[in-house]
């Protein structure tokens, strides 16, 4: 069976398109978002929709192109009106994560809001504690930057000098 025609959970049925992930196979940045929404399904691509606009200039202000980094979701298929995975759904699509994680091996991982942060970290931390902190990602050693989400960014303008104090940490990481 390939991804592509994966029936392990219950988000299968209501996809249009399995949402893998795109980019660099050897970025040294990874970013982790939550799950595709509807212009993602409707697309087969990740952040394509307002948040993966904000995203983009996200990326660009960093002084990244979008092509030189990788970005993945914790589930690769679209909760119903964009509710957040169940821990049933992030489990049963976790090896899919977690061997885009080691064939990358990125330098840093970004994790996007609170279902990534607490999926990755596995943590139920809220996010407000979470982000701006490094953690290491379990295992592998690998340095996860937690933040806020872009979707959470639109809704509330606040969350923005946070969210570029946390990627002025990321820029200084791989400066180094
Ligand atoms: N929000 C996410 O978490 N991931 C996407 O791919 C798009 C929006």
Redesign the pocket.
């Known amino acids: 069976t390939t991804l592509g025609e994966c029936m392990r959970c219950p988000l299968a049925p209501g996809r249009n398109t399995l949402?893998f992930g795109e980019g660099n196979p050897e970025a040294r940045l990874l970013f982790i978002?939550?799950?595709?929404?509807f212009?993602?399904d409707k697309q087969g691509?990740?952040?394509?929709?307002p948040?993966?606009q904000l995203l983009d200039k996200m990326i660009a202000a960093m002084g990244y192109q979008r092509s030189e980094v990788y970005?993945a979701?914790?589930v690769k298929c679209r909760p119903p009106d964009n509710r957040d995975p169940t821990q049933e759904e992030r489990y049963a699509c976790r090896p899919f994560l977690v061997g885009q994680i080691q064939a990358i091996q990125p330098e840093v991982i970004v994790t996007?809001?609170k279902?990534?942060s607490q999926t990755v970290l596995e943590t139920d931390a809220r996010i407000s504690r979470l982000r701006g902190r490094w953690t290491e990602y379990p295992r592998l050693g690998i340095p996860v930057m937690p933040t806020y989400?872009?979707?959470a960014l639109l809704r509330n303008a606040h969350l923005k000098r946070p969210v570029w104090e946390d990627l002025q940490k990321v820029m200084e990481t791989l400066k180094a």
């Open positions: 949402v978002g939550e799950g595709p929404g212009h993602e691509r990740p952040f394509v929709g948040a993966g970005i979701n914790v996007l809001g279902v990534a989400h872009p979707a």
